[in-house]
Structure formats: C-alpha cells, structure tokens
C-alpha cells in the first residue's frame, strides 16, 4: 500500500498588477500671518494613503499630498516666505477580478506638482501621482513531502523559497525629534522640508513585529535676516 505524506502550504497568489496615474487638485488659502503671494519660487511634498480598501472589481485609496510651497511675497521688504498644506483624495480606480477577500499593496508617488496662483490669498494645486498596485491572495495547497511503502524509490529534491502570508496588520507611529541649526541662526521661517526613510530594518519577536528605520531630513530655513536662506 502506498502511502502519501502531505503538507499543508499557505501560498501567495499574484491577482494582477497594474500602473494607474491619477490627479489631485485643491485650493489652499495663504495663512493671514502670511504674506501675499506675488509669484512661485519652488514646490515640493509628499504623499501618505492611510487607509486602502478592495471593492469588486475595484479598489479604493484614502490619503492626503502635503505641500510646500516657496514663494515670493508681494512687498519689497517681505522677501522670500513659504506655507505648508495637505490636500485630501480618495480614488475609486478599476481593477478587473479583486474582491474583498483579497490583499493590496501599493506604492504611490508624485510625479508633478502644478501651482496656479488664483490671486494674492489663494492658490490652486494640482498633482500627478501615480500608484502602482499589487493585488494578491492568500491559498492553501497541499504538497507530497514524503511517499511511503515503496521500496527502493528514486526521488529528488529541489529546495524552493517561498513567500507566505501568515497575518496582516496596520498600524500608526509617530516620531518627535529636535534639530539644531547653527548658533548664530535665529530661525524666522521654515520653507521647504525633504526626507527619506533609509536602513530599514525589521525583526519578528512573539506575537510582534519590530521595524526601525532612520530619517534623513533636508531643510530649508529663512533666518530673521530675512534674505539669508540656509539649509541643513
């Protein structure tokens, strides 16, 4: 009698793939401590989704793009200044055969950002991301580990890494640090902030996942002197 041993494998499924490129506009209004906008210097941001669901045939993202804007403020004293804002979406985008049985990852970036200045207050933004979408599934498939009950039996063994899900989680974190900028600097004004997540790194503990990373941060800063712009 031949006897087959089996073991269970939890495989990820690949759904489907795709690229989407989607815009986001929005008006912001200049903060009254500000002064009025005369003409656009430079814009920079960055976008965050904090909530992404699978619909049937489709999937939907939740974020938010914040802003930085640099500007040239109308006055001869007023010189150089800056604003921040966050802009709100929410995108239904088609995607043949997901349901919401099924997993998302997703990678959104920026790709443009176009500032029109409607008048000296207000501005209007409008921003090209573009999110490429991973869709897959979690299956469970039974594979011959072992056959038993036969004699002098040739077998050969490939050793193979696979990806399995075993659980999925999302989770908010937050990070307060303080910067200091030269001695001599008496900081007036932040106008532009970059940063990137580098060396990350996680671990699994009980019941747990750890993950570290560290910020490289770029500022740009206007100091009381009004016209002399630094950056760290």
């Known amino acids: 009698m031949i006897d087959a041993v089996k073991e269970t494998l939890s495989i990820n499924k690949v759904v489907g793939r795709k690229t989407f490129q989607i815009t986001v506009t929005g008006d912001s209004i200049i903060p009254d401590v ?84 409607l008048n000296g207050r207000k501005v209007s933004f409008k921003i090209m991301l573009e999110v490429e979408a991973n869709v897959f599934m979690n299956e469970r498939e039974q594979m011959i580990k072992e056959i038993m009950g036969v004699d002098d039996l040739q077998t050969q063994v490939v050793s193979l890494k696979m990806n399995s899900l075993i659980g999925q989680n999302l989770t908010k974190s937050s990070a307060r640090e303080t910067i200091t900028v030269d001695n001599t600097d008496n900081v007036a004004e932040i106008l532009a902030v970059n940063f990137n997540l580098i060396n990350k790194d996680t671990k699994i503990s009980y019941n747990k996942v750890l993950a570290k990373a560290d910020v490289a941060i770029k500022i740009i800063y206007l100091t009381d002197e009004r016209f002399n712009k630094k950056s760290i």
């Not at 914040?66 to 802009?87: C, K, P, Q, V």
Request: charged share 30%; with cysteine; proline share 1%.
């Open 34 to 117: 500000k002064p009025d906008i005369l003409s656009e210097i430079a814009t920079s941001g960055n976008v965050c989704v904090y909530k992404k669901e699978i619909l049937e045939n489709k999937i939907r993202l939740d974020g938010n793009v914040n802003i930085y804007l640099m500007y040239l403020a109308d006055g001869e004293t007023e010189g150089i200044r800056a604003f921040n804002t966050s802009i709100d979406f929410t995108e239904i985008l088609d995607f043949a055969g997901v349901d919401g049985q099924m997993n998302l990852d997703e990678k959104v970036i920026i790709k443009k950002i176009e500032c029109k200045i």
